[in-house]
């Protein structure tokens, strides 16, 4: 059984979980990262990239749906990993958008080698746009 991190430490067994992905199961140019997410139940999902120039989903979106694939709705936590031992690699703009609007309590893990960080996602986006704020009221 595994038990679920205080806020802001940071989940290394998470990051554990991405790298083992990472190093594993990512292929030549289509999957080149992996991402990890702790389920609110303490789960981990894992998932990886599927690249291609139309707009393929980064790995962290692909997590997204293979949770919920397996029932999962709530995520805590999420880090993503690079392949070839590139470490703990940040969010794009487009997925710090979608997991804000997803899990606006989730927390990312950030930084490099020794230096990694667990942060809110709303702390990667400031002046964070919230869409559903911005929508004329229907009469
Ligand atoms: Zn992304």
Redesign the pocket.
Known sequence: MTTRPAAHTVDHELVQAAAEVARTRCRGDNHTMAAAARASDGRIVTGVNAYHFTGG?????VVIGAAAAQGVYELATMV?VGDRERGVVP?????RQALLDYFPGLTVIVGAGGRLRQVPIAELLPETYVWADHQLDEA
């Open positions: 989903p980064c790995a962290e979106l993503a969010p794009c703009g487009r997925c």
